[in-house]
């Protein structure tokens, strides 16, 4: 059985970029749901045993829908603190993002403008790949690039749930001031 996961911050802590009403909502509501479709789906499926990335990785249909999900969600809390100033990475991390994208400032670019460019409901996503390079990617609906075999480091949910309490329609309003919650030492944790 899968559990809702607990937030390492209070709901009223990524105010204002994301307001405790959209939390709540989002991790109250949304992530809970589909942690209960999820538990009810397992039932006689095969993936009773399995770990989340595991069924991310085999399954098919509504199982992997609301196992993806949870995956996306889990990752996108957990990369997120209070708002700061002039916040980027460092360390590994940055080193690796000025190697693959030139520099920080043409990462966001990229991330941003296909973050707001994605048609529909999905997630833009920064992964390692396994030749050891970072991509950046659209993916549609519940997926993630772990099912190509890169490890998932940094995620966006476009998903209009995300952002429609707070933003209405304004999608790039909400990908600019992202940007200032990430966790980047969290970020770079993911990719040991
Ligand atoms: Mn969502």
New binding site residues.
């Given amino acids: 059985m899968f559990t809702l996961i607990t937030l390492p911050y209070s709901n009223e802590d990524l105010s204002p970029v994301i307001s405790s009403q959209t939390l709540s909502f989002?991790h109250g509501k949304?992530?809970q749901t589909y942690v209960n479709n999820l538990n009810n789906l397992l039932k006689d499926s095969g993936f009773e045993d399995s770990t989340l990335e595991e069924i991310v990785k085999k399954s098919s249909g509504a199982i992997f829908n609301n196992a993806g999900?949870i995956l996306?969600?889990n990752l996108?809390f957990l990369q997120f603190q209070k708002v700061k100033e002039d916040n980027k990475p460092e360390g590994k991390i940055a080193e690796l993002i000025n190697r693959d994208f030139k520099s920080f400032e043409d990462f966001k670019d990229e991330f941003s403008k296909k973050s707001a460019g994605l048609f529909g409901s999905g997630w833009v996503w920064l992964s390692l790949k396994a030749d050891g390079t970072l991509e950046i990617s659209q993916e549609q609906n519940a997926q993630n690039p772990i099912t190509r075999g890169n490890i998932p480091l940094l995620t966006i949910?476009v998903?209009e749930?995300?952002y429609y309490l707070d933003y209405q329609n304004r999608r790039a309003e909400y990908i600019e001031k992202f940007w200032s919650i990430i966790n980047w030492k969290e970020v770079e944790k993911r990719l040991a």
């Fill in positions: 989002h949304h992530l999900q996306n969600h996108y949910d998903w749930h995300a």
